[in-house]
């Protein structure tokens, strides 16, 4: 079975240009989540999808990220423009429960590694 | 204080010793409990969930303490490839959020 599948794996980009991420999940999995990921640290959660609703934003920059996932599969996170401290490892993960975290499995990607310049 | 914290390590251990962290959580109301291994450039992989009456798996052992609102990992007989970086995750069940811990790194030495 087909993990989750991200690309590109690694952007190298110019400050305030665009970028887009993209993510299919585990084939059946409901629940989509992005992740960014700064050096030491864990995961921060940017925004979650139950099927193509997203649920928790709450921490998706809003003035210049967005993210979307038509038909509730495959997803797109975008930032534009980027600047100097969006460098980071953006992780999609997927899981089975509507909720994800019964039973705290998620299941992630390799992740996009960008670097803004 | 953060939500949910760890120790950033790095624990240098020899192979084949017991090494024990622990991961502290603010919220009394957490409900769902559970360890994530990442390994270096790689993503994190569940490594296991952490029930009230402590649980095992093999050579790993983690353990709920509610009252001082800790969790802890035990590797015991530790191997090379045991090198990597543990991260907490608790989950508040009232908005179904996870919050991840910083991570503890550990280097398990020849």
């Known amino acids: 079975e087909a993990g989750v599948v991200q690309s590109p794996r690694y952007k190298i980009i110019e400050k305030k240009q665009p970028v887009a991420f993209w993510c299919n999940p585990i084939s059946g999995h409901n629940t989509l989540y992005w992740y960014r990921q700064n050096l030491g640290q864990g995961p921060e959660l940017l925004i979650r999808y139950e099927n193509e609703e997203a649920v928790d934003d709450s921490q998706l920059p809003k003035d210049r990220f967005s993210a979307e996932r038509l038909k509730g599969v495959d997803s797109t996170l975008k930032i534009q423009p980027a600047e100097l401290g969006d460098s980071a490892v953006y992780l999609c993960a997927s899981s089975l429960d509507p909720a994800g975290s019964n039973t705290g499995e998620l299941f992630f990607g390799e992740g996009s590694r960008l670097t803004v310049l | 204080r953060k939500e949910v914290e760890q120790d950033p390590g790095p624990f240098n251990v020899p192979e084949g010793a017991t090494v024990a962290f622990n991961c502290t959580y603010s919220n009394s109301a957490s409900q769902s409990f559970f360890w994530y291994r990442q390994d270096c450039r790689k993503e994190p992989k569940l490594l296991m969930s952490v029930y009230s009456s402590g649980n095992e798996d093999g050579r790993f052992t983690a353990q709920l303490n509610r009252a001082s609102q800790y969790i802890s990992l035990l590797i015991r007989d530790s191997k090379l490839s045991d090198s990597a970086t543990y991260l907490c995750?608790?989950?508040?069940?009232?908005?179904?959020?996870?919050?991840w811990g910083a991570g503890t790194k550990l280097i398990i030495k020849p």
């Open positions: 995750v608790v989950n508040f069940k009232s908005n179904y959020q996870l919050i």
